[in-house]
């Protein structure tokens, strides 16, 4: 079932690479951000969520801090992990107990060929109402997080290769000199 | 709408009047339009996130949300009243958005003007300076206590030149934005 589906990722896969496509829609269906990138992850916390088209924009996590960067707006932002990767689809993928203490987890059936996992926050000022994952072969394919305004979001993985070799380099951001760096860690979460 | 159609008579800082003139008359016609950007904040509170508009008319459905969709608000409603929404359970009416806007956020987020700045027009009710190129664009604009900058346009299928990438500093806050995507733009359009 997808709850056992989910652990067996856990336990089968310590890194992955992929690629994404994201789209936002309203909860009247409409679509308002169309987006799509690479995804890497080398467990526990690493991760690299990097967009591509129709705008670059890295996010990047080394396991201590949260790296944000926005080319066009030339601007990075820092926070450490704990104030905002609870908030975040990365922490689904990176898993552990983190997840447990952040989620209740219940299996969600199948439907479209895979098995699916419904994550609903523990705490009730998460930014999620809703997270629901969709497993093909026991590897995350489809994501879909419902915040609290009325939007979903929905994510597609493609391409995806389990326990690949990731440099160490890639879960680290080169910021250029000419960027505006705003550095909020130990500020929790986002203009809260 | 507030643009009154007066003949183009010559003011400091417009290059070409008639042009600028036909440039507001389209740009006053534009009233279903949507658009995808990104924004951020620099000084202390840095913040980057995404921004979905969708316009229809008076009706406006505004929406920032952080990094992967989290966190941010979403306003929607017409001019006398709209709903800012925060949180799953904390919804406002209000006929003052961007008050409730700044206390949500922590900057100030010109809600009400942007939506004629969006467009490349000054909002209605006067202006301190302006400065409009030859082909009619809006450079520069100093408004409400905003110093606005419209540094590049794009012009989208079937709509008039609009702004790509728009600077606002109040002195307190400095707001880059950045626009990815116009869409679902229906003007009224006139045989001209």
């Not at chain 1, 979001?153 to 990731?166: C, G, K, M, V």
Request: charged letters at 25%.
């Amino acid at each position: 079932d997808g709850v056992g589906d989910l652990e067996a990722f856990y336990n089968n896969v310590d890194s992955l690479s992929a690629q994404f496509e994201q789209e936002q829609k309203d909860d009247s269906g409409q679509t308002l951000q169309q987006a799509s990138g690479t995804f890497l992850l080398s467990r526990p916390d690493r991760f690299r969520w990097e967009y591509t088209a129709p705008y670059q924009q890295v996010i990047v996590s080394d396991g201590e801090t949260f790296r944000f960067y926005d080319v066009d707006l030339a601007q990075v932002t820092i926070r450490s992990i704990d104030a905002t990767l609870q908030a975040t689809p990365a922490l689904l993928l990176t898993g552990g107990a983190a997840l447990e203490d952040a989620f209740n987890i219940v299996s969600a059936g199948r439907r479209d060929g895979m098995s699916w996992v419904r994550l609903t926050p523990r705490a009730d000022d998460t930014d999620f109402q809703e997270v629901r994952l969709g497993l093909k072969d026991q590897v995350p394919s489809v994501m879909e997080l419902d915040d609290n305004l009325g939007q979903t979001t929905h994510i597609r993985f493609s391409d995806i290769e389990l326990n690949p070799t990731l440099d160490e380099s890639r879960f680290t951001l080169d910021i250029p000199d000419d960027v505006e760096v705003v550095d909020g860690r130990g500020m929790n979460g986002q203009g809260r | 709408c507030a643009i009154i159609r007066k003949p183009a008579e010559t003011e400091a800082g417009v290059v070409d009047a008639a042009a600028w003139a036909e440039h507001k008359n389209e740009l006053a016609d534009f009233s279903i339009w949507s658009l995808q950007g990104r924004v951020a904040t620099g000084q202390l509170l840095g913040w980057t996130g995404n921004l979905s508009w969708r316009q229809q008319g008076e009706d406006f459905d505004v929406r920032l949300s952080g990094p992967l969709g989290a966190g941010g608000f979403r306003a929607k409603g017409s001019l006398d009243d709209v709903v800012v929404i925060q949180t799953k359970d904390e919804r406002f009416v209000t006929t003052e958005p961007d008050i409730l806007v700044e206390r949500t956020l922590g900057w100030t987020f010109p809600l009400e003007p942007l939506r004629f700045w969006a467009r490349g027009l000054p909002a209605p009710g006067g202006y301190d300076r302006i400065s409009v190129d030859a082909q009619g664009r809006m450079i520069s604009l100093e408004q409400k206590g905003w110093a606005l900058s419209f540094p590049d346009y794009i012009e989208p299928e079937n709509a008039p030149a609009v702004p790509r990438r728009i600077v606002l500093d109040n002195g307190e806050t400095r707001i880059r934005l950045v626009v990815d995507r116009w869409f679902d733009i229906d003007g009224v359009s006139r045989a001209n």
